[in-house]
């Protein structure tokens, strides 16, 4: 008995010693648990720029909406097949997930940073404004891209069910946030540095965005509330970007490259052709952008230079259309988020829609031409003459001023698919082809919106429902609050 | 050499000899009613005691005995046992008879206690390690096939692939539900490294899975403990059933006898390719999509190119294009080929006729020959025993330049240090060597391409010479006639010879154990356990390869060099005390109370070079273009603490009564609530006793019920950042996509389960069925949540998945007489498995998602690993087709299309002897279960298949275009229910696979009925055997395995082909063709 005794005291020893390491044995070791927010503000910013710039046909089919490209071989996607590769499914998880949920995430670390004294306050407020402004213009994406969206209630683990919000509403609240940051920014003061990877830590620069934000928001709501968008852009204007100022992502190499050069160059493949509807829009305009814009691959008898896009959505072979040009196939390109081009064709349009933005609408439609060519390095000349031609000056071009502004607004926004797409939704310029086997979904149009994820029928089904019939119908042809027309 | 130190571990065990014994020695031989020699490893003990031994090589034994032990008992597998009083005598000799049913087999259960089979009130099978070894299969685990009720294996067909062994069915919703290995008490690692692109499909190798080191020589014998109640007492881990393997070990000497043995073994095996599991390819039309290339007046087939220079537009292939829906062959045409455009081909520059290669793609693979050898010393002295082996297996697999080696090294003893106290020892040393294991899944892989993209006008021979005379990348598949560069598929033997990857683990598997006997009644067993291994794989993709997923991160790049380095340790510490009593004349009881203390620890590292190689060849991550991208590091280390108790009441040897208690401790909990109890009982009652009626030799009812508790995945308590690729100097940190859950409380599984045995007809026939039910609850799981939550999933306690089923065995001897003897056996098992819940509000959970748009998925109502995707839309019962011709399609791809779970599974196994002859075969059957088949899904569109060539309605090709009568109309009805009568264009990709068909239309019936093994073997006649006294025995075998696929339904591939181990099944990608092997073997025995 007396064993037995001694062995039962070693096995309780042995039970009892050995739990003391439990928590080491369960923590991470190669992984952090705390982190400073400018690390996770980085992050949401590179992933930001990633979905705008890439074109992979399972995240961003914006280039083929806007018809700047069309695919060679599967055609799928430029007949607005995205279904099948769950494209909303993968655009809910990089925005929500991968971007605000980052930044949302940098406002919790930065405001439980300790500060020293007032210029440590002031720079913690920069910092606080600088995150509101990026998911402003995030969510400003995701209104353009879905309609209603999940907003007040979004971005919290504890509620598995959040309620989509009125387009419209968020769109008023993003303003009032813009409008804050704006007004709150303090120049004099500190920002996250250079870790602050869109502007390098320069607040000034981020004050000049918070305006052109606010006139992109407000010209966007503008055809539902005009008033609204008149007071926003009034106040505005004046303090935004200026000729040659934008809000660009600098690329670097490697692994932090544009990812357009991951998809065109790295990747091998013979995915994208220009379009026919970009290219024979600038060669009837014989805009001298396109040896910007493309490759000079194909020639005339004569052994001129001549550029000739894909039919939209049909199959096209590789070699006999334009591509794509070196310089956006460069692995550090730089992704453009925001731009004074950008702001000169919004204001060209506010001046149209009576609002008094320093100037009239041609002014500002030439300086948006003007700003696209300096940034495509085209000569003074070149430049001078084409808004010169009768097509494209002001006066005698062709239409109303939705389709002047339109025409010269979408080809400034080249390479830029979201914006070229939403710019063809809000003034209808230019005219796109329909592909010959358009999804079911588009209802034989092109697409005014994205259809919803799959995932969220089953994962938030109820708001999913709700918000589906708000808007008019889970379809790819369903307007937008702000397309009226 | 080898000799020596032989001879020297020996001698050791030999000269050390004490004589400790007072009491009387009894001593005898046991010899077989048969014929009469002597039968080794009996197994004698004193009756109501663990005071025992074994008999020698010879059948002697010796056994010291005390005045208070009366009677001996006599045991052997496959033998009557005996039990004699004894009385006055010393010398005890025993004829055993053979007993047909071995109804008093003893078994190995759970912590490697064994037990009378009868006393057992749960489902166990017992699978002998002869007929595991004779079959030579890489892994061993594969072999386990049709040889066990409920137990159901899935092997990949890749070389030195993993193999999914599942028991009664899948019961976790997102962890592992394989089986436990233990080999000899020691819980080994069955660790699947395959990353997680090669698990969902994308391109990446098979290293198969850990359990695969094992030995198949080494093992005496395989048991299979199925339920909970079976396996309650090792914790946790082995709530998916465990399969127990008990390896040789060597024999006592008792009085002088010879126990001393060599045995060498020595097989060769060479496979054919079975052609019923490749394509069969079209022979009539090459290269292209349709008829969509060159601008007017080309529009055609071809692709326009002035290729010599001279002004004029000439034809060439579309060679960009990996697909056969183009230009029908016509010898009398000639073109442009890809063949002409480089300096180094015959055909440069020159046209060539357009025709089916001569050569195709089943041209492409080697004959596979494998090469096992071993050699098995044992022996052993009065007080102790030893075996030692070395077993060596070469193996060149179907793809050029594949290999596998492996060589094992076992070392096993005992040693009786004084006469109640015995240690014992074992040391496994495995090094298993991989070159150009074949890669998997979808894109960058061989397969793939040939049965997805691929153009049949494709010659393999000059697609190998051109390799072979330049070394360089010329493949059938560049963008352009001016740009040579691959557009997606290299040459394959540039891939074979270029881009292999080499792995290598080693590995090493030990314990040591000593057992004391206390006295009669009380003994005490500690051991400690460890399993260790060391792993290291590299990848390679050669500067001038196309470009392809590859590295850390998966960009893609045309070279590259990565290495996955992996560091494992088990240590296993378990005591245990045991107490036997015989409590009065009626009843005896037998009592564990134990401990188990577990701890692992696993260090990984996955680096890649990025953006490609500087210095071609140099396989180094130096050798990187750009800087490296962050490293995967991961280190990972479980704890858990475990008490067990057990008790057994036996009542007349006749009703049993089992009852255990287990709680366990882990670290992989919450602090303050990580242990958790999980209970068992069982009933064993033998009422053929009760009956007394002389039909029935054995009937035995089992009953019992269990829980078994688990816990948490490692790392899933507290949240951390992933970091990402630093941005110039700016560090980069990302939430996680899990929420991790801080409550997590410990999952359960309860299981019932009731069997009968019945034995009759004079001991020649058997039935065994068994009858379960398992509920698994509270499951551990990241469940999808709406990303508008910021997160994709968050880890919580719910979701219940049920298994309930049937097993049955049937086990005869039809035949039986002097010279013949025929045994038969047959396994049936049907399992029935449904999500009974999920988490709430959520009806489906998604395990995979794969390419074709099909997703692998656990949904509420259905069995777990649904196949969802597009489905037809049917009107009145029949399929829709839309104004267009082509079928419509479901908006939305959450459609049920089928299930990865077989409706049953059958084996039948079949052995004969005649004299010194003997022979079996084994047919294995999978009834039912479905498949998505991706190869067909992409291949048919590419019009690879033989099924794409017909003649049509209208009496044409069908083919041609429109014009000329081809095309073909779509079984189905218009949406107005009208029959469709509309015709489509068979002469493009729309038609035939992916284009314009659902998902539905490329789901398969998984049935399959195979001759799995076939053994034909002849012993050398003892009287032969009996002048030679150095040789013992001498057997020659002839083996085929994987000889037919009887049956089946999926075309042009093997049903169970799969890209790898784990919960994802029910898909094939770019699957290997299957084997079938024939091999000859020679035994030895010394």
Redesign the interface.
Known sequence: MKKLTFLLIILTGLIVSCTKNFEDYNTATKHAQEAPGQYLFANAQVALANVNSNTNVNINNWKLFAQYWTETTYVDEANYDIVNRNVGTILFRIYYRDILADFNEARRLVNAEVTIGAAGEKAKANKLFMIDLMEVYTYQQLVDIFGDVPYSEALNIENLSPVYDDAQTIYKDLLARAKAAADGLDASADGFGADDLLMGGDIAMWKKFANTLIVKLAITLSPVDAALAKTYIEGAYNNAFAFGESATFNYLSGANSNPLYQDLVQSGRHDFVAANTIVDLMNGLNDPRRASFFDGNMTDDAGNVIYIGGVYGASSTFSQYSHVAPRVEDPSYGYVMLDYTELAFYLAEAAERGFNVGGDAATWYENGIKSSMSYWNVLEAESDAYINSPDVAYATAPGDWEKKIGIQAYLAFYVRGLEGWTSYRRLDAPVLNIPPTPAEPADGMVPKRHTYPIAEQTLNGANYSAAASKIGGDRLSTKLFWDVK | MRKITFLLVFLLLAGVNFAFAQSRTITGKVTSAQDGMGIPGVTVFVKGTTVGTTTSIDGEYELDVRPEHLTLIFRYVGMTTQEITIGDQNTLNVVLESDVMQMDEVVVTALGISREKKSLGYATQEISGGELSTVKRANVVSSLSGRAAGVQVRSTGNMGGSANVVIRGNSSLTQNNQALFVVDGVPISNANTNNSGQLTGRNGYDYGNAASDINPEDIESMNILKGAAATALYGSRAANGVVLITTKKGKKQIGGAKAFGVTINSNITTGFMDKSTFPKYQNQYGAG??P??G?PPYAGFE?IYDVDGDGNLDYTV?T??DASVGQKFDPNFSLYQYDSYDPASPNYLKKTPWTAGANGPETFFDTPISLTNSVDVSGGSETGTFRLSYTNMDEKGLMPNSSLKRNNFLFNGSYDVVDNLTVSASANYIVTDGKGRNSTGYSDNILSSFRQWYQTNVDMGMQESLYDKTGRNITWNP??P??L????WDNPYWVRYENYETDRRERIIGYLQADWK?DDH?S?MGRASIDTYSELQEERKAVGS???EFGV?R????SGYSRFDRSFMETN?D?M?RYYNQLTEDLNLNAI???N?R?SKTDQIFAST??GLIVPGLFALANS???M?NPE???T???V?G?FASASLGFQNFLFLDATVRRD????LP?DD?AYIYPSVSVSWLFHNNLNVSWLQLGKLRLNYAQVGNDAP??S?????????T?????????P?T?NNEQLRSENTSSIEAGLELITLNKRLGIDVAFYKNNTTDQIMPV?????????S?YVNAGEIQNQGVELMVFGTPVINKDFRWDVTLNWAKNVNEVVSLAD????LQIA?LQG?VTINARVGEPYGTIQGTDFVYTNGQKTVKSNGYYMKT????KVLGDINPDWNAGLNNRFTYKNWSGSFLIDWQQGGSIFSVDLWYGMATGLYEETVYTNDLGNPVRNSLDEGGGLILEGVTEDGSPNTKRVAGDDYAVWGYGQNPNAAFVYDATYIKLREVVISYSLPSKLMARYNWIQGVTFSVIGSNLWIISKDLPHADPEASQSSGNIQGWQSGVMPSVRNVGFSINLQF
Do not use: C
Request: proline share 4%.
């Open positions: 999509y349709g969509f290339y601008d692709l579309p960009t294009e963008v352009s001016t740009d560069a691959p557009a997606y206390i009380f005490v196309g470009s392809g991160g960009p893609d790049v045309t510490m005591l005390l109370v134990g401990t203390i701890h990025d953006g273009v750009n800087p991208r590091e991961r280190v280390e479980i704890g603490n008490i401790q882990s670290s992989t602090k990580n490692w790392g308590l507290k949240d951390t950042y992933a970091q990402n690729n941005f110039g100097g700016t560090a980069v940190f990302s939430l996509s929420k999808a949540v709406s990303t508008a939550t910021g997160y994709s968050k509000g959520i009806d489906n998602a748009g908006g939305t791809s959450d």
